[in-house]
């Protein structure tokens, strides 16, 4: 069950745990402490090694509800350009119950057709990018083990998207964290959990021999309309070390407490959507 209250900002604090600094950061990501959150312009980069690069735009929307009818939150993920694949869609329903594998549906607009994903497809592409669906949409703070390795400050990322140094300096929590889940495509990944935001700002993947495979920067910041203060991603860049690919998500627009209708977030609105 949920430890922490929805609709309400948490901050992180020196002394805490391992688990308590994971759960406020999950609360975080998925927003729970806001009631809805509305991504209206996202930009998806796939740059090869070589530097040729595709874009792919998107829009996404989540729904926080907070307990009802034992949901915790449904999210969808929609791709809006190029136009042969406009209209793609992932809709993921997140239950209370962590026993409860969540729910995740694909449309794939081109074959009129839904397709369900099992919980072991997580560590497909999303999208075609460097970062699994596990990454971006359905991983929870129950899949892994966590040990606190300590407070530092974080080194500083070169954020190849722009050439700019991100972060260099800031103070964040050194988190361990190894999946459950046997076999799984990691063996543990290092956790750069920024002080200020609760965001994860670094993340390095290690294979089972130990070697780093892939890295994952996430530029965190407050999104403060009027009198709400709520952090937000605004850009995450995933590096393959194995491939040289480099995937980049923009989010360019976004709002909290739209007032979104949960009718949004059924199978039935995805096989009728123009979007």
């Given at each position: 069950a949920q430890d922490l209250e929805y609709h309400k900002l948490y901050t992180l604090k020196s002394g805490m745990s391992a688990d308590e600094i994971m759960r406020i950061f999950y609360h975080n990501k998925y927003s729970l402490f806001a009631q809805d959150y509305q991504l209206s312009v996202c930009k998806i980069f796939y740059v090869d090694k070589s530097g040729f690069t595709r874009r792919k735009d998107a829009i996404r929307e989540r729904i926080v509800l907070a307990g009802k009818d034992g949901m915790s939150y449904k999210d969808i993920v929609v791709i809006t350009y190029p136009t042969q694949v406009k209209g793609l869609a992932i809709l993921t329903w997140t239950y209370e119950d962590i026993k409860r594998d969540q729910d995740v549906w694909l449309w794939i607009p081109s074959l009129k057709k839904v397709r369900k994903i099992s919980a072991s497809e997580d560590d497909d592409s999303f999208m075609g990018s460097d970062f699994t669906v596990?990454?971006?949409?359905?991983?929870?703070?129950?899949?892994?083990?966590?040990?606190?390795?300590?407070?530092?400050?974080?080194?500083?990322?070169?954020?190849?998207?722009?050439?700019?140094?991100?972060?260099?300096?800031?103070?964040?929590?050194?988190?361990?964290?190894?999946?459950?889940?046997?076999?799984?495509?990691?063996?543990?990944?290092?956790?750069?959990?920024?002080?200020?935001?609760?965001?994860?700002?670094?993340?390095?993947y290690y294979?089972?021999?130990?070697?780093?495979?892939?890295?994952?920067?996430?530029?965190?910041?407050?999104?403060?309309?009027?009198?709400?203060?709520?952090?937000?991603?605004?850009?995450?860049?995933?590096?393959?070390?194995?491939t040289g690919h480099r995937s980049v998500i923009l989010n360019i627009e976004a709002k909290y407490d739209q007032g979104i209708d949960e009718r949004r977030f059924t199978v039935r609105m995805l096989e009728r959507s123009k979007w």
């Open positions: 596990e990454e971006v949409s359905t991983r929870r703070f129950e899949d892994e083990r966590y040990r606190l390795i300590g407070e530092k400050e974080f080194q500083g990322y070169r954020f190849e998207h722009t050439g700019e140094l991100k972060f260099k300096g800031k103070p964040c929590f050194v988190i361990e964290a190894t999946p459950k889940k046997p076999h799984w495509y990691y063996s543990k990944r290092i956790v750069w959990i920024d002080k200020e935001t609760g965001g994860n700002i670094f993340e390095e294979d089972k021999k130990g070697k780093i495979f892939k890295t994952r920067f996430i530029e965190w910041a407050w999104y403060e309309p009027e009198t709400k203060r709520y952090p937000q991603q605004l850009a995450l860049e995933c590096k393959d070390l194995r």
